[in-house]
């Protein structure tokens, strides 16, 4: 497959373009690498050639590198795959290096051609590691063009030179918001920021970009840490301010990361080891911590699911065979929090959007919501007046059923009360069309139950948003008993309209997430009743990966809605309700008037403004710590093991149909450490085997939540994991 072209002009400027065949955006793979040293190679070795440009036949430069390659350990070898990996990467900065210093005198540095990028649009990871090897970096003024290196959101960092470069380019300060944070930013903030060197007009970039190639002089193609007396801005490791800058990262960097994703650590360690040796040492310093992180199971599992299977899943991985589904007018009911966030983000997606409340200024309160999300857009710049006017437009708020009238999907966002439920699906479906799909946000009703006031229930299901909805970017969808194909493939289509990850799940109390997210909960509070520090309980989650410690999360999500859900369970339930002992917890706190950060007390402390404080001390009083306390370890298997066995569970019992989305939905839905992949991810790192005895310790110590679920003892006495090599590499 051709995935770079070459071509001359009268001029004598070669022209290498980027073209990926059957892809919206340009990846790069190692055959493609190696197609691009070739035409270096011939441009180098051709004396009509004066100069270089490399550009894109599409409307972006690249998107990055195959991570497919990096996730599933493609054409490596098993007896030595670490040496492979860093010979492979060697020979990447061997190209990229031959591209820096074209052909020029290594004693000199005369007599290079010079190597430009032009870029029509966004570039990222490798795709801006490149240009960072060209002498001169055009991009065309396209304010929807991102630059960037995003490498460290999916647990690996740029290995490609990019770190080294743009560390000596900018310095460790300047570069640390891009490398450490993977902050992407349009062209003109990339030309502040130093990225790129020349924001040109569309129509000139090939012709500004050929017009520096035949202009350029010697001491144009000379890279700063090549010249003689190079020193890095801010100073190096050695220098009093560079010191403390190293210092500061690396403190930022732990108490960021509590030390579980490794590759932030690489990263700061390459920067740092290769600001103190000539540049060309420095690339192999940092081939070597890029091939620790990626020989590290974290990387692979982060990998494939913030990227290859987010994507695939976005991509509509498990849709049913059903025609285009595209929401072309949606109706909302309920113009509380969860309906305006809902109307918000189907209306910016271009979506016609009918929001329905009881009162006419309830409504028009939903609407005023979208606009407050606008107007925080327009101080960012990142909404125009004209694109927060045509939002707004988009959204009818009004009292009249009958203006549903043409809705091709109906989203039910009411009070979590079956009867009202019942009563808004009958007047809604009373106007929709036959074809229409009516769904309820409902969080913890089962939908089957909910879908017996329907009068259509094949068209009936479950589109469950979290909070606050046009921030979280995962959306459950839920399939009742009687639910039919069309109304999943419509869900889903709308989904991905509104350009969210959807996974797909079946009808159970609580369906996937909040199933796995409540025994996290309950662990974390069960142990303050017996005794466990609440600090204890809180850091030991967190240096686990996950952003908040269970008490912290029970406070934002409010504890008298914690005690209206365990009301509700135990009557359901009955005799075999487990988590009686957690209620005791929830209920005295809930007498208390603590019920979270929504009164300014809970768990934690806040002040009059609302920030949260310390854990609060009255928790001491009521539940006294013990002098013996456990073990972090013994706190940190207890809180994942209570999450990651209710993914089996859920699998098992076939709420959950694919463990992609089990992993995904964990990451995205509430924060499940994202270092680790997910939870079946995780079991896979820590081996069936370990993980049944461990959960057969727990079980024993502390009751049979921690049973081990029949499906992952039987891949224990198999050798299976959750993830087969052979899919993985498929």
Known sequence: ??????????????????????????????????????????????????????????????????????????????????????????????????????????????????IVAALPGTALGIGLELPLACHRIF???????????????????????????????????????????????????????????EVVAPEDLLARAKEWVL????????????????KMPGGA???????????GASAMINGKTQGVYPAAKALLSAVYEGALVPFDTALKIEARWFTSVLMNPSSGAMIRSLFINKEALEKGANRPDAPDAKVRKLGVLGAGMMGAGIAYVAANAGVEVVLVDAAQDAAERGRAHAEGILDKGMKRGKVTEDGKAAVLARITPTTDYAALDGCDLVIEAVFEDPKIKAEVTARAE???????????????????DLAQASARRANFIGIHFFSPVDKMALVEIIKGRETEDMAVAKALDFVRQIRKTPIVVNDARFFYANRCIIPYLNEG??????????????????????????????????????????????????????????????????????????????????????????????LAAQYPQTDAQPDLTEVQHRLMFAQALEAVRAL???????????????????GFAPWSGGPFSWLDMLGAPFAVETCDRLEAAYGPRFRAPAMLRQMAEAGHRFYHAKAQAA
Do not use: C
Not at 237 to 247: I, L
Not at 430 to 448: C, K, M
């Open 525 to 618: 509070m069960r142990m303050v009743r017996e005794g466990v520090a609440p600090a204890l309980v809180e850091n030991a989650a967190k240096l686990m990966g996950m952003p908040l410690g269970p008490l912290q999360l029970v406070d934002e999500t409010s504890l008298d809605l914690g005690a209206k859900i365990a009301k509700a369970t135990r009557a359901a339930m009955g005799e075999s309700y487990p988590d009686g002992d957690v209620d005791e917890v929830i209920f005295w706190m809930v007498e208390q008037g603590r019920l979270g950060r929504k009164s300014q007390s809970g768990f934690y402390a806040y002040d009059d403004k609302g920030k949260r404080l310390e854990l609060w001390d009255g």
């Open 237 to 247: 490791p050695y220098h009093p301010s560079g010191f403390m800058t190293f210092v």
């Open 652 to 670: 098992e019992e076939g709420v959950l149909t694919d463990i992609r989305e089990g992993d995904v939905g964990a990451i995205m839905g509430w």
């Open 139 to 197: 991009v065309a003024d396209t304010p929807r063009a991102k630059i960037g290196l995003p490498e460290i959101k999916v647990g690996i960092f740029p290995g490609a030179g990019g770190t080294t470069r743009l560390a000596r380019k900018l310095g460790a300060m300047g570069a640390a918001p891009f490398l450490l944070e993977g902050k992407l930013v349009d062209p003109k903030r990339a030309k502040s920021a130093g990225l790129v060197d």
């Open 430 to 448: 009373a106007v929709l069309g036959e074809d229409a799909i009516f769904a309820t946000n409902t969080s913890t009703l089962p939908i089957s």
């Open 215 to 230: 202009a350029a002089k010697d001491a144009d193609l000379v890279k700063p840490w090549d010249a003689k007396g190079y």
């Open 1 to 114: 497959m051709t995935e770079f072209t070459y071509s001359t002009d009268a001029d004598g400027v070669a022209t290498i373009t980027w073209d990926v065949p059957g892809k919206s955006m340009n990846v790069l793979s190692l055959e493609g690498f190696a197609q691009l040293e070739a035409h270096i190679e011939t441009a180098l070795g051709d004396d009509a050639v004066k100069g270089v440009v490399i550009t894109s036949g599409k409307p972006d430069f690249a998107a990055g590198m195959d991570l497919n390659i990096l996730a599933t350990g493609k054409g490596v070898v098993n007896e030595d795959p670490a040496k492979q990996v860093f010979d492979a990467i060697n020979g990447m900065h061997a190209i990229l290096r031959k591209i820096e210093r074209a052909g020029m005198d290594p004693k000199t540095l005369k007599g290079g051609k010079p």
